[in-house]
Nanobody
Framework: QVQLVESGGGLVHAGGSLRLSCATS????????MAWYRQAPEKQRELVAV???????NYAHSVKGRFTISRDDAKNMVYLQMNSLKPEDTAVYYC???????????WGQGTQVTVSS
């Protein structure tokens, strides 16, 4: 059974930092592209950052220079370091694993990030 479990969300003041973690199980982690998405109230889910199994990285323009995605294939974990947080970063953050060969996607349940002004 595939499971993705996010953690590390919370309430932080603007300018602060949080580190999100996503623990995975039930997949051959090294074969998956990992990504973080977010969804703010009444908005569509949007891509925040993606990290392929070969190490290619892309960020949404709005977070470039502030967020860093990383992975630990030995621990089957993916992380999102978020610095210089802004109120507009407030959202539920989701971890996604995509099997590159078939584009099968698996999602976590999300973790709430709230940035106060």
């Amino acid at each position: 059974q595939v499971q993705l479990v996010e953690s590390g969300g919370g309430l932080v003041h603007a300018g602060g930092s949080l580190r999100l973690s996503c623990a995975t199980s039930g997949i051959t982690f090294s074969l998956f592209t990992m990504a973080w998405y977010r969804q703010a109230p009444e908005k569509q889910r949007e891509l925040v950052a993606v990290l392929t199994r070969r190490g290619s990285i892309n960020y949404a323009h709005s977070v470039k220079g502030r967020f860093t995605i990383s992975r630990d294939d030995a621990k089957n974990m993916v992380y999102l370091q978020m610095n210089s947080l802004k109120p507009e970063d407030t959202a539920v953050y989701y971890c996604k694993a995509r099997f590159e060969l078939t584009t099968q996607d698996y999602w976590g349940q999300g973790t709430q990030v709230t940035v106060s002004s």
